[in-house]
C-alpha cells in the first residue's frame, strides 16, 4: 500500500513534489482496482492524511499531497 500510494504521488507530483489528489486518484485507478474502502478510508484523501507519510495543502478547492521525504532532503 505505502509503495502504491507513494508511487502514484510521484508520478502525478510537479516539479515541487506536490499532486493534487484527484490526479493521484486517477493514476491509481488506471494501474489497479484500489478503493480505499477496502482500508477502512471513506476517501483517497483520509487514506493519505492517515498514513502520515504526505505532506497536506489545500490549493483552492482542491487537496494537494506531498511525500515527506522531499520535504526533508529540501532542507
Known amino acids: 500500500l ?3 500510494l507513494r ?5 502525478a507530483a510537479d516539479d515541487d513534489g506536490w499532486a493534487l489528489v484527484s ?3 486517477n493514476g491509481i485507478s488506471n494501474q ?3 478503493d480505499s474502502r477496502n482500508h477502512g478510508y471513506s ?5 493519505l492524511k492517515a498514513t502520515e507519510l504526505f505532506d497536506v495543502r489545500i490549493v483552492g478547492n ?3 499531497v ?10
Not at 7 to 11: I, P, Y
Not at 43 to 47: A, D, F, P, V, Y
Not at 66 to 75: E, G, H, I, N, S
Open 2 to 4: 505505502v509503495r502504491l
Open 7 to 11: 508511487n502514484a504521488v510521484s508520478r
Open 23 to 25: 490526479t493521484v486518484g
Open 32 to 34: 489497479s482496482s484500489f
Open 43 to 47: 476517501s483517497l484523501s483520509k487514506l
Open 62 to 64: 482542491a487537496m494537494a
Open 66 to 75: 506531498r511525500d515527506k521525504r522531499l520535504a526533508r532532503k529540501a532542507t
